[in-house]
């Protein structure tokens, strides 16, 4: 399987009682990365039968109420994640996954450039969206009022102005990347090594 991002909850605090604030997991063949486990993270990974992770990543820790509750094995394989200020840059094989999870201005966003950008619903995410231009962009981190306006349209909207592909997570949403054309599938060197 490849790399997928498995969002445990898609909100903000003030969206409370209708969306969890779970944070994501990344997932690849090596590792299972919790990022920003907010509450309701450590249900979460239960419900989905992860018992431990290999790394949880805090942005901050208001974004990581949960991150103390959650058991990190003591040996495994660890992402290379680097930290920026208003969020992480993850390379993924083939790929680079960019998390923007704080209001950025428009003049930061050089070092989030990547394939895909998961980034939380701000004031100015079409601009974002347009500066870095990824392959997918995934909405998450959704307050009262983007809630209120229905994040699936939201998404839809930004992706006509843009001419990304934009999703808006969902609590429990599972992205396979290859799925999406977001990274580039490693092919296999068996096939043009045979018969030489």
């Known amino acids: 399987m ?3 991002l498995h969002f445990l909850g ?19 063949d090596q590792s299972v990365v919790a ?19 290999d790394e949880v990543i805090a942005t901050n820790h208001e974004l ?21 200020a208003k969020g992480w840059v993850f390379k993924l094989g083939d790929g680079v996954v960019s998390y923007v999870a704080e209001p950025l201005d428009v003049r930061e966003v050089g070092a989030y450039q990547g394939d895909v950008l998961i ?8 601009k974002i969206i347009e ?9 998450t981190r959704f307050d009262k009022e983007s809630v209120q306006k229905n994040p699936v349209y939201l998404a839809r909207d930004l992706q006509k102005k843009t001419g ?13 990347l290859y799925s999406y054309g977001a990274l580039a599938e490693q092919k296999s060197l068996k096939k043009f090594t045979e018969g030489t």
């Open 2 to 4: 490849g790399p997928r």
């Open 10 to 28: 898609t909100g903000t605090s003030d969206a409370r009682g209708v969306l969890s604030e779970g944070g994501f997991l990344i997932l690849t």
């Open 35 to 53: 990022v920003d486990p907010g509450p309701g993270a450590a249900q979460g990974l239960a419900a989905l039968k992860h018992k431990e992770v």
């Open 64 to 84: 990581a109420h949960d991150a103390d509750l959650i058991k990190v094995k003591t040996a495994g394989n660890k992402l290379d994640a680097k930290r920026l």
């Open 119 to 126: 980034v939380s619903m701000q004031r100015n995410v079409e």
């Open 131 to 139: 500066k870095l231009k990824p392959k997918l962009v995934v909405l």
């Open 164 to 176: 990304v592909q934009t999703i808006a997570a969902q609590d429990g949403l599972l992205v396979d």
